[in-house]
Every structure is written in structure tokens, then in C-alpha cells.
């Protein structure tokens, strides 16, 4: 073989290799679009079932202004972000979450709502969400973990700083958030004690 034709041959791996490393790229990142997209689902479900929940608290808690506004205003900022999985969206739906806490202190002090039927439903519609939210978001997470890794990666890393693939944000919890979950009442609205086991 001449120089050139060993130039060539290695000039067309390289070519194959890299086109393969673009399209792995092109592919986690696709992954991860399509991780948020399950993970916003369930957040725009969170999103429609808020006010009918705080309407329901409303009717027995009338004195509790702040924490409604301290809802309303984190329901607004979700509307108002950027959609998609970007710094002010996942801001916004922790401020929501952590709004929601808020509610779910006041409605403590409610032993009647507690029992009423329709809240009953709706905490259940919320649990049931939350749940799906924190399983669609560690899907999320994940996914932008194998994004990220292979950003940085050797020899990915070359070609994605070349294609403008850049390292990903996760959706996390806040820590202050993260506490107040930690330390959140529990709810019991089948009216038995738990029993020490």
C-alpha cells in the first residue's frame, strides 16, 4: 500500500468513528428530550389538579391568604417558564413543590377537610402524581447522566465541543425542599393510628 492509500483508509475510520460518536450523542440527547417529556406530563397534571385542590382547602381554611398567594404565585411562574427542561422551569416547579408543603402544613390544622371526601380524592390524585413525578424524573436524571457522561468522554468529548453538545442540567430537588419534605407531617386519612411495629 502507498501513503496515500493508507491515508485514505485511515481517514475514512476516522470519519466512520466520529459520524458514530455524533449520532450517540444526537441519540442521548433525543433520550433525554423524550425523558422530560414523560417528567412534564406528570408535572402538567400536578399543574390542573392545584387549583381545584387549593379551592378545596379554601372552603375551610379562609384565613390562610398567604399560603394560597404563596400557590397561586408558583403555579404562575410554571406558566411563565421556558418549557422544557431549563434552569427557570425546574426553579418553578420546585417553588411549587415546596407551595404545595406549604398547603399540606395549613391543612393539618383542619381536621374537617382532612375528612372530607372530595380532598380525600384529590390528595390521593396528587400523591398518586408526585410519585409518578420523582419516577419519571430519576428516569430524567438518568438519561442526562449518560448525555453528560459521554460529553465528557474521550474521544466524544472532541466532537461534541466541535457539534455544540454541552453538558446538561439534572432536575433535583432543592435542599431546602429536599428538608421540608424530610420533615412534612404525615398525612393519615384512613383515621387509624399507626402502630409502632
Known amino acids: 500500500m502507498d501513503m496515500m492509500t493508507i491515508i485514505v483508509v485511515v481517514g475514512g475510520i476516522t470519519a466512520v468513528f466520529a459520524v458514530s460518536i455524533y449520532n450517540r450523542l444526537v441519540a442521548l440527547r433525543q433520550t433525554r428530550k423524550n425523558a422530560f417529556s ?40 410554571i406558566g411563565k417558564a421556558k418549557a422544557g427542561p431549563g434552569p427557570d422551569r425546574i426553579k418553578a416547579e420546585n417553588a411549587m413543590a415546596g407551595a404545595l408543603m406549604g398547603l399540606m402544613a395549613v391543612v393539618e390544622n383542619y381536621p374537617d377537610l382532612k375528612a372530607d371526601t372530595q380532598f380525600q380524592r384529590l390528595m390521593a390524585e396528587l400523591s398518586d402524581i408526585e410519585n409518578k413525578i420523582a419516577a419519571s424524573r430519576r428516569f430524567f436524571n438518568s ?55
Open 38 to 77: 414523560d417528567v412534564d406530563v406528570q408535572l402538567k397534571q400536578r399543574y390542573n389538579l392545584v387549583p381545584q385542590l387549593v379551592e378545596s382547602v379554601k372552603g375551610y381554611a379562609k384565613h390562610e391568604n398567604e399560603t394560597f398567594e404563596n400557590v397561586t404565585e408558583a403555579r404562575s411562574a
Open 143 to 197: 438519561a442526562t447522566n449518560e448525555f453528560n457522561t459521554q460529553v465528557q468522554q474521550f474521544p466524544a468529548n472532541l466532537i461534541a465541543k466541535q457539534f455544540g453538545f454541552a453538558e446538561e442540567e439534572f432536575f433535583e430537588v432543592e435542599d431546602e425542599l429536599a428538608e421540608a419534605v424530610k420533615k412534612a407531617p404525615e398525612v393519615n386519612f384512613t383515621g387509624e393510628d399507626k402502630k409502632a411495629s
